[in-house]
């Protein structure tokens, strides 16, 4: 089915970026404690 291949990637992909997301608040909330004590 067409369909639910289309979903399942696109399911991947959001979770990919989510995850790249997340990543990156992560490192910019340590770089922010560390380097000005914003986070």
Known sequence: ????????ER???WME????RLK????AKE???TA???F
Request: glycine share 8%.
């Open 1 to 8: 089915n067409e369909e639910s291949d289309n979903t399942k």
């Open 11 to 13: 399911t991947a992909f």
């Open 17 to 20: 970026q989510r995850r790249e």
């Open 24 to 27: 990156e608040m992560k490192a």
């Open 31 to 33: 770089t922010g404690r």
């Open 36 to 38: 000005k004590g914003i």
